[in-house]
């Protein structure tokens, strides 16, 4: 009998000793984890054949490829900032690259909260943002982060957004009601307890590469920050407090492919490097067809006016647009601020309707205050600081702005197209509702919306004066 229950015992102990074996997760020797990170893309679709076939070729060699995104997928092409439902392009050639994650970045509120819930849902990968609380009354279906299990691999992907100096993204305020953010720096350290929770920890950051690289600094349990929001071009990535940090760029002309070597769940060496997107020698044959399906679209073809010089500087194209304003509005000035001109140049020959779109994506109404001289030269000095100590730009009058020693605006000097100016005269002046939003000013009336955006009128004038020629003119002085 005795002997009866020893066996009986031995043999629970076995299978019970085997079934908590089988529980126990075994993390492999070493593995090496590739990451694929873009930034910035804005719209650019007509890249995606080339980056859909550089990934391509990279899963030859890393098959459990990890395509991420910091962020900033809209916003630059019309074909798809225009499209209906907003952005769907874009949205359709990640879920075909096959995004895993994305970091909702300031310009993806361009197409307003509904619209960025809807690319969410119609999206194969999470959008993802820590910094971010959302109120009962508004659906927005973001996460702070997200963990991915591949590879024997837990791999921890948080995301996080940059604020202005008033607590906002860079986006029209108007996008924001019942929303809040905290600063990304303070945010961060919230989030170490997923060092205890996965292998990997990949902070996907949409606040900037100086921002970044100071976060590592201070944050030694990432294994790498892969940022966005500047614009950075980071050809030698190199490690900060062990944390290495990447951005590549925009407009998908780059991308960062970051090779995580991990021994027995721990990472151990982390090297990233940067690759040209832009000069690829292939396209992705079914990526090539949507971007055709995509782009043909004979409504951004049209020729609204003929320009007979090319535009070389973005104020020679920010000189067009305020021309348009105060063209259809009758103000005696129009202005404009200097990040609503979103390209550099256009060459000669016809303007196309995608061309205006180019120029000023965003779908701002004009509105149109009634101003005294001192109050419009205030609100010069503080656009020229929202605008990052440039001047703004501006239709009926070139004007100067004198700074002191630390570049802060002291005064202004206003010379008119037209007439005398006077400080106690009152104008009536043009601007778009987003510098209406976010500029201090003060003004005689409350505005009177014109129920048109810039680019409406952008193009009324165009189809009015038929030919433009802005070469070498310059209305601002600094």
Known sequence: MKRFFLVLWVGVAVLFGLNACDTVEQKPKQVTLAVLSVNDMHSAIDNMPKFAALVDSLRTVYPDLLVLSAGDNRTGNPINDQYEPTSYPMIAMMNKVGFKACTV????????????QKNIEDADFPYLCANINISKEVKLDVKPYVIIEQQGLRIAVLGMIELRADGFPGAHPVHFKNLTFRRPEEVLPEYKFLRDQADVCIFLSHVGFEEDVEMAEKNPWLDAILGGHSHTLVEHPKKHNGVIVTQAGSSLSHATLTLFTVNNGKVTDVKATTLDVAHYGKE????????NKFNNNSRFSEALATATTPFVRREELGCLVTD????????????????????????????????VYDIDPYGNDV?????????LEGFLKHSFMANGDKPSYVSGMTYSVNTDAKGKPKSVEIRPDLGRYSKNKEYKVA??????????????????????????????????VKTVSYKGIRRTFY
């Not at 992705?284 to 971007?291: D, I």
């Not at 509105?367 to 109050?375: A, I, P, R």
């Open 324 to 355: 348009g304003m105060r063209w259809v509005t009758g103000a005696d000035f129009a202005l404009e601020n200097t990040g609503g001109i979103r390209i550099d140049d256009l060459k000669a020959g016809p303007i196309t309707m995608k061309d």
């Open 284 to 291: 992705n044959a079914e990526m090539r067809a949507m971007l």
């Open 105 to 116: 970045g300031n310009h993806e509120w361009d197409g307003s909260v509904a619209g960025l």
């Open 431 to 464: 601007i778009n509702s987003y510098m209406a939003s976010t500029v201090r000013f003060e003004s005689v009336d409350d505005g009177q919306s014109q129920f048109m955006t810039s680019e409406e009128m952008v193009i009324q004038y165009l189809r009015e």
């Open 367 to 375: 509105v149109v205050y009634t101003m005294t001289g001192n109050q």
